[in-house]
Every structure is written in C-alpha cells, then in structure tokens.
C-alpha cells in the first residue's frame, strides 16, 4: 500500500498560483498511475491531472488544461501539481492517488476516482474571486 502525504495548499486571490507536492512511500513497484484528484463541498471527486511514473505520458481535465502542470521528481518520490491562473471554481480540497499500472497508456484518462486505491489525506485550496 502507497502512503500520500499532501501539502502545499492554501488562499489565494483568482489569477493567483499554488504549488502542490505529494510526498509517497511504500512503492511496491516502479509503475504506477499518479493523479490529482479535487472535491468541492457537494459535488464528486474530480481527476484533474494523471502522470505516469515510468514515462512522461500525462493527461488533463479540460477544466484545467493549459493552466495546471503535473510533475513528478522520482528521485525524491515526490508528486507536484503548479496550478497557474486559479479560478474561484478549483476551489475544493486536492488528494493525489495512486494506482499500479500496466504501462503508460494504461494511466492516460484514468480520472475515475474508483480506479485508484491509495490517497492521501487531501490539501485544501481556496480561490476568492
């Protein structure tokens, strides 16, 4: 089982930037699906961004594409999110997941929440307008 730590979270203005970092552990293998995931009070768990940590294949929600970048630093098993130009409506709390992966073509639109089985405990993020 991976274990996920998330941080970097916080307020920020609209057009404003915030950094993401996931810190994992407890790999059992070198490939797997990471993702970004966020929920916004009374709506579903939305997969934002998906990397896959052998390769560079990565996918985006359209809600976020061009305007949020996924990255990973395997050396430090750290996974980032840079989420530029925030709108009030990426408000939500974020949790990064994980999911071990056949190859990289497995991960590319893998949004759905109830692929992944690992998660973290989620970082809150606040866009005031």
């Known amino acids: 089982q991976v274990q996920l730590v998330e941080s970097g979270g916080g307020s920020v203005q609209a057009g404003g930037s915030l950094r993401l970092s996931c810190a994992a552990s407890g790999y059992t293998s070198k490939r797997y699906c990471m993702a970004w995931f966020r929920q916004a009070p009374g709506k579903e768990r939305e997969g934002v961004a998906v990397i896959y940590t052998r390769g560079a294949i990565t996918y985006y929600a359209d809600s976020v594409k061009g305007r949020f970048t996924i990255s990973q630093d395997n050396a430090k098993n750290t996974l980032y999110l840079q989420m530029n130009s925030l709108k009030p409506e990426d408000t939500g709390m974020y949790y990064c997941?994980?999911?071990?992966?056949w190859g990289g073509g497995y991960c590319y639109g893998r949004t759905m929440a109830a692929d992944f089985g690992d998660w973290g405990q989620g970082t809150q993020v606040t866009v005031s307008s």
């Open positions: 997941a994980a999911d071990p992966a």
